[in-house]
């Protein structure tokens, strides 16, 4: 069986398999892909960006067949799914309209006279290693940019998404990019040999700390540079508010963001004290109103998570968790791939759930006394990704924002994410910058040219 397959999580039906890339043709394809960067480098921007504007156009035109390739790979809901393949639309155009700025020179300012400015030139083709978990979104923040600039992309996606993974390389092919965009159906082990490869200049990886890890060892083996987008469990912090209600429901609707499977959605919610009994209350009553069933039914809220896989993961912890003594407030129970909502409270550093991320509809709910100690907790991490503040003091939101180790701080708003937005972490959660300019800015040689008076 090849390891590429389209497996409903909802029904766990196998509905698609496609065949592994035969190690010539990976050849092939990197080749072509090299040969496609001595060209496409050299394409005026307007012409650059007229073609990726048009990848933008056909994400829209094919809005409804994207969607629902989705709903089927990894057991998105509908609406969900919509959303995904707009974002990737907007996402895309956002480089397509800012190609001047991303592209242009840079001058500097220098002691003595004449001329200096950097300059910034591609570097050749490139491999993205991206998650299942948003197919079009990852994609998207990943390859415009760094094609808006002149690099070349190979793309190996997951293995449970190579329909929408061949739908996208479809999309790429009409703009007029073949080759300047290629999708491969890689096994690891090939794509060690892409990262090996002479011709190939550099590595995203957006994933699992463990798949982030390897890829970066072997990236620094061959001197590449590589990009890292890895896991999260942000903090959702609320210290004042004049509209509880509200704020709980922000807190359920960006934990139930993606059937809970959002490496930057909250997973801890850390609650002062004369907050915590009502905000529990409010969340609790709002994750059991989440409708789950099938994924393509307009009234679905949560669906399946990507696998049954998954889930036995998701309910392993939490069961672990109960075990060293959390309190489960609801939920818990699996269902093949269907999880229900859950909460924790009770949980103490001493437990193995304390450290980890909750990958799906859970959350664990802290008790503190003060900003200091929500700030101490929101730290107590290994990741750094997002964080979310809900404060109604200017001066708090500023100086909490300003102490949390996290690359992205949201306040008194959830899934705020933007084409302009850069998106990225600190500590275990990354390396790197996506969307905003500041992507351009990963696979670029930044070209200092001084010229004399």
Same mark, same amino acid.
């Given at each position: 069986?090849?390891?590429?397959?389209? &497996?409903?999580?909802?029904?766990?039906?196998?509905?698609?398999?496609?065949?592994?890339?035969?190690?010539?043709?990976?050849?092939?394809?990197?080749?072509?892909?090299?040969?496609?960067?001595?060209?496409?480098?050299?394409?005026?921007?307007?012409?650059?960006?007229?073609?990726?504007?048009?990848?933008?156009?056909?994400?829209?035109?094919?809005?409804?067949?994207?969607?629902?390739?989705?709903?089927?790979?990894?057991?998105?809901?509908?609406?969900?799914?919509?959303?995904?393949?707009?974002?990737?639309?907007?996402?895309?155009?956002?480089?397509?309209?800012?190609?001047?700025?991303?592209?242009?020179?840079?001058?500097?300012?220098?002691?003595?006279?004449?001329?200096?400015?950097?300059?910034?030139?591609?570097?050749?083709?490139?491999?993205?290693?991206?998650?299942?978990?948003?197919?079009?979104?990852?994609?998207?923040?990943?390859?415009?940019?760094?094609?808006?600039?002149?690099?070349?992309?190979?793309?190996?996606?997951?293995? %449970?998404?190579?329909?929408?993974?061949?739908?996208?390389?479809?999309?790429?092919?009409?703009?007029?990019?073949?080759?300047?965009?290629?999708?491969?159906?890689?096994?690891? /082990? %090939?794509?060690?040999?892409?990262?090996?490869?002479?011709?190939?200049?550099?590595?995203?990886?957006?994933?699992?700390?463990?798949?982030?890890?390897?890829?970066?060892?072997?990236?620094?083996?061959?001197?590449?540079?590589?990009?890292?987008?890895?896991?999260?469990?942000?903090?959702?912090?609320?210290?004042?508010?004049?509209?509880?209600?509200?704020?709980?429901?922000?807190?359920?609707?960006?934990?139930?963001?993606?059937?809970? %499977?959002?490496?930057?959605?909250?997973?801890?919610?850390? &609650?002062?004290?004369?907050?915590?009994?009502?905000?529990?209350?409010?969340?609790?009553?709002?994750?059991?109103?989440?409708?789950?069933?099938?994924?393509?039914?307009?009234?679905?809220?949560?669906?399946?998570?990507?696998?049954?896989?998954?889930?036995?993961?998701?309910?392993?912890?939490?069961?672990?968790?109960? /075990?060293?003594?959390?309190?489960?407030?609801?939920?818990?129970?699996?269902?093949?791939?269907?999880?229900?909502?859950?909460?924790?409270?009770?949980?103490?550093?001493?437990?193995?759930?304390?450290?980890?991320?909750?990958?799906?509809?859970?959350? &664990?709910?802290?008790?503190?006394?003060?900003?200091?100690?929500?700030?101490?907790?929101?730290?107590?991490?290994?990741?750094?990704?997002?964080?979310?503040?809900?404060?109604?003091?200017?001066?708090?939101?500023?100086?909490?924002?300003?102490?949390?180790?996290?690359?992205?701080?949201?306040?008194?708003?959830?899934?705020?994410?933007?084409?302009?937005?850069?998106?990225?972490? &600190?500590?275990?959660?990354?390396?790197?910058?996506?969307?905003?300019?500041?992507?351009?800015? /990963?696979?670029?040689?930044?070209?200092?040219?001084?010229?004399?008076?």
């Amino acid at each position: 069986m090849s390891d590429y397959a389209v &497996v409903n999580p909802a029904t766990g039906e196998t509905l698609a398999t496609y065949p592994v890339v035969s190690d010539a043709a990976l050849d092939e394809a990197i080749a072509n892909a090299d040969a496609a960067y001595r060209t496409w480098r050299d394409v005026p921007v307007a012409e650059r960006a007229a073609k990726i504007r048009r990848v933008a156009e056909l994400h829209r035109e094919r809005r409804d067949e994207l969607a629902a390739i989705i709903v089927r790979e990894m057991g998105k809901p509908l609406a969900a799914a919509e959303g995904e393949v707009d974002f990737a639309a907007d996402i895309t155009e956002f480089y397509a309209d800012n190609i001047d700025k991303i592209t242009g020179d840079q001058p500097l300012e220098i002691l003595g006279e004449g001329t200096a400015v950097i300059r910034r030139s591609p570097i050749g083709v490139l491999l993205g290693i991206m998650p299942w978990n948003f197919p079009y979104y990852q994609v998207a923040r990943f390859a415009a940019p760094n094609i808006a600039v002149g690099n070349t992309i190979l793309l190996k996606h997951a293995p %449970q998404c190579p329909e929408s993974a061949a739908a996208i390389e479809d999309i790429y092919r009409e703009a007029g990019l073949e080759g300047v965009y290629t999708n491969i159906f890689a096994t690891n /082990e %090939q794509a060690a040999t892409v990262i090996a490869d002479r011709r190939v200049q550099g590595v995203s990886v957006t994933g699992s700390e463990r798949a982030g890890s390897a890829v970066a060892a072997l990236a620094g083996q061959h001197l590449k540079k590589v990009a890292l987008e890895l896991g999260g469990s942000d903090p959702f912090i609320v210290l004042s508010t004049d509209d509880l209600d509200a704020t709980a429901a922000a807190a359920v609707e960006a934990r139930m963001d993606n059937n809970g %499977q959002s490496c930057n959605a909250p997973k801890r919610f850390i &609650v002062a004290d004369d907050l915590y009994d009502a905000f529990v209350e409010k969340f609790v009553e709002g994750m059991k109103a989440q409708k789950m069933g099938d994924p393509f039914a307009e009234d679905t809220l949560l669906g399946p998570l990507s696998s049954t896989a998954a889930a036995e993961r998701l309910e392993a912890q939490i069961r672990t968790a109960v /075990e060293q003594g959390a309190t489960l407030v609801t939920g818990g129970t699996r269902d093949g791939a269907f999880y229900e909502p859950t909460v924790l409270t009770g949980v103490t550093p001493d437990m193995d759930v304390y450290r980890e991320e909750l990958f799906g509809p859970a959350g &664990v709910v802290y008790r503190v006394r003060d900003e200091d100690e929500a700030v101490r907790i929101a730290n107590d991490t290994s990741y750094g990704l997002g964080s979310y503040v809900y404060t109604t003091d200017p001066a708090q939101a500023e100086r909490v924002a300003d102490r949390i180790e996290a690359g992205m701080v949201y306040v008194n708003c959830v899934l705020a994410d933007s084409p302009e937005l850069p998106f990225g972490g &600190v500590k275990r959660s990354g390396t790197s910058r996506e969307m905003g300019l500041l992507a351009a800015d /990963e696979f670029v040689n930044k070209k200092l040219i001084r010229v004399a008076g």
